[in-house]
């Protein structure tokens, strides 16, 4: 069973930049995915490197946000700049194959720790 760790540095004030970075106890060889779930609403996809295919932003992050992976060190990370008070929301990492995961988050079989990312003016 996969299991992540999730770690994040940086300010979440406006403007500023964040790196959340979701270590897995294994190389995963699946599509990588962050999602995020602002307060009172659905989670929705923030980015995903399928595998294979091209890396996908949601439209709101593109140009903002960062996804890759260091397959070195099993971990997905995310690169967040010129944070919005929109950004905020409880960021999840997650894993697994086909769309109906790794764009809708719906079936994924491996799922991080939630991170919360409130983004203060």
């Known amino acids: 069973q996969v299991q992540f760790l999730v770690s994040r540095g940086g300010s979440v004030q406006v403007g500023g930049s964040l790196r959340l970075a979701c270590a897995a106890s294994?190389?995963?060889?699946?599509?990588l995915a962050w999602f995020r779930q602002p307060p009172g609403k659905e989670r929705d996809l923030v980015a995903v490197i399928p595998n294979p295919g091209p890396t996908t932003y949601a439209v709101s992050v593109k140009g903002r946000f960062t996804i890759s992976r260091d397959t070195s060190k099993n971990t997905l990370i995310l690169e967040m700049n010129l944070l919005k008070p929109d950004d905020s929301g409880m960021y999840y990492c997650?894993?697994?194959?086909?769309?109906?995961?790794?764009?809708?988050?719906?079936?994924?079989?491996?799922w991080g720790p939630g991170t919360q990312v409130p983004v203060s003016s």
């Open positions: 294994e190389y995963i060889y699946m599509p």
């Open positions: 997650a894993a697994g194959w086909g769309p109906d995961c790794y764009l809708a988050g719906k079936t994924c079989p491996y």
